[in-house]
């Protein structure tokens, strides 16, 4: 069973357009954390969010346990901001579980 | 830049050759991961670390797979014999034990031609 799925699975932005990337789990887990990929493979980390709402410059999480899912808001994108953004959660056992990604692309 | 450290960042090896890797965890940081990503970008878990000790470990990781965290020294990852299926992005991550976050680093990327 895949244990996190996000979506979408590609989303197309003209420049300045708002982003909205959404990830739902299998289980409930307050070990949240959100990750961009950048195409050489480095996973860079965009924002922790075990619970609640939190921000990050033009980045947003909200991460409701109970309902089991976690959302990444990109205010005002950027071209530079084109690539795969990955939902992660840890299970109690300290496994990393990954969502298949969103892949981003802005255009001018 | 990365807090956590991965080399080589390319290695390239003929079947049947073994193929090290090693990572440094961020500093302070007992549990470490390796993963496996390949090139339909899925993730595979391969093995975890607490310290120096095994958390927890996949099949394959059994078989032809071997890794070790020694005190005061890289963790590694090493593949005894090749296989073309082995060529992956291997990444590596570490992280305080609970409620927190992981880092990951730049990762190896192998290629077993």
């Known amino acids: 069973e895949q244990q996190v799925q996000q979506s979408p699975a590609s989303l197309v932005l003209q420049e300045a357009e708002n982003a909205e990337l959404q990830c739902s789990f299998s289980i409930f887990t307050n070990q949240v954390q959100w990750f961009y990929q950048r195409p050489g493979g480095r996973l860079v980390s965009l924002l922790y969010n075990p619970s609640g709402t939190k921000q990050s410059g033009r980045l947003t999480s909200t991460t409701v346990i109970k309902e089991r899912r976690s959302s990444l808001h990109i205010s005002s994108s950027q071209i530079t901001d084109s690539g795969t953004y990955l939902c992660a959660m840890r299970n109690s056992n300290n496994r990393i579980f990954f969502g298949d990604g969103t892949q981003l692309v802005v255009k001018p | 830049n990365s807090k956590v450290i991965q080399t080589p960042r390319y290695l390239v090896k003929g079947q049947g050759q073994k193929a090290k890797m090693r990572c440094i965890p961020e500093k302070g940081h007992p549990v470490v991961f390796w993963y496996q990503q390949n090139k339909n970008n899925e993730f595979k878990f391969l093995i975890n670390?607490?310290?120096?000790?095994?958390?927890?470990q996949i099949d394959m990781t059994e078989k032809r797979f071997s890794a070790e965290c020694p005190s005061n020294s890289p963790c590694s990852l090493e593949i005894q014999s090749s296989e073309a299926g082995d060529s992956a992005l291997y990444l590596c991550?570490?992280?305080?034990?609970?409620?927190?976050?992981?880092?990951f680093g730049s990762g190896t990327r192998l290629l077993v031609i």
């Open positions: 670390f607490q310290n120096q000790e095994v958390l927890q």
């Open positions: 991550a570490s992280s305080l034990w609970v409620d927190s976050d992981y880092t």
